[in-house]
């Protein structure tokens, strides 16, 4: 989904929670059979909200579940329909958006969001853990590009893995062995064009990246952890990239990969900025897991808004 406007990157400030609550629900993401949608309305019931359950089967659906929505919204789903119904959020003026909180219930296979926030187990486990939870303000990053606007929630970038997801697509199946899988197989042909990069102002000398992915969480795609230390709180995003010239061996990126210490590779750098600047020279972009690509010409401009969103973290479990 390509936005054609968005609101002021100024962030907003939570509003006293309310226990009203509505339950968006994927039938269709990943592990949907782990807890029906009357298993979750009474998880939640008791855990002090008044949950609505509504039934959700396209955007048009989450449209109309969200149009009377109050306190706080759980969506019980992927990588998917959590970014569904956050553009929706982020479409609204900031004072309603303030009003509303997301919880995020993780039935997909990536999960990416929900991981980076520690929301991991029993969708059950999951909603029990959010008793008593506080709201954090949660970063979404604002695309500017040739083909428009978007916004994201994990990541944007180019290179190779955008060039994979555009070839392979991201809807089959989105494990890591598959998303490596993919990455072996489209290696031996990926030249990258030579590009101009600019970060919060500095502007580097332009070259040709293997990889160069902006993360707002930890993880991108097929649960692909590019980030070791991307954090969606800190009003930050973290700018990582290999120069071609510079990569390794492809078996040590698989291996980091699955070890989550990509980020530490000797090629691989890492850079904190507000806002970035890449020049489109037409190379493939991806915003989240949808692929991007307009004429040469022009940069394409991502810049965080800090606080887009107010996103429940579970109370950690007190230590024995």
Not at 15 to 22: N, R
Not at 139 to 152: E, I, N, T, Y
Not at 265 to 286: L, W
Request: hydrophobic share 40%; proline share 7%.
């Amino acid at each position: 989904m390509t936005l054609q406007s968005a609101d002021s990157p100024s962030s907003v400030s939570p509003q006293v929670p309310s226990t009203e609550a509505t339950l968006i629900y994927n039938a269709k993401a990943g592990t949907s059979e782990r807890a029906s949608p009357d298993h979750l309305v009474e998880g939640l019931t008791g855990i002090g909200y008044r949950p609505v359950y509504r039934a959700t089967a396209s955007a048009d659906d989450i449209a109309q579940a969200l149009a009377d929505a109050q306190g706080t919204i759980f969506v019980a789903g992927g990588d998917g329909t959590l970014r569904a119904v956050a553009l929706h959020l982020l479409a609204r003026p900031d004072e309603e958006r303030a009003a509303l909180r997301l919880g995020v219930i993780p039935m997909g296979t990536a999960n990416n969001v929900a991981r980076t926030l520690g929301v991991l187990g029993n969708p059950l486990d999951v909603i029990r853990a959010y008793a008593g939870a506080q709201a954090v303000p949660f970063d979404v990053g604002r695309v500017q590009a040739p083909w428009g606007h978007d916004l994201f929630l994990e990541a944007c970038g180019c290179g190779l893995f955008a060039d994979v997801l555009a070839e392979y697509g991201s809807e089959d199946d989105k494990s890591v062995l598959r998303g490596v899988q993919a990455m072996l197989k489209a290696i031996p042909g990926f030249t990258p064009p030579t590009i101009s990069l600019t970060l919060d102002g500095h502007s580097y000398p332009d070259d040709a990246y293997t990889i160069l992915e902006v993360m707002n969480t930890s993880a991108t795609g097929p649960t692909l952890r590019f980030s070791t230390h991307a954090d969606p709180t800190e009003g930050k995003l973290d700018v990582i990239r290999v120069a071609h010239h510079n990569r390794e061996g492809m078996l040590a990126y698989v291996t980091s990969l699955l070890n989550d210490t990509f980020e530490n590779r000797p090629s691989v750098q890492s850079d904190d900025a507000g806002i970035t600047e890449i020049g489109n020279v037409g190379q493939i972009f991806h915003v989240d897991g949808e692929a991007r690509q307009a004429a040469p010409g022009g940069v394409v401009r991502v810049e965080v808004w800090a606080g887009a969103l107010q996103m429940l973290r579970p109370t950690p479990a007190p230590k024995g």
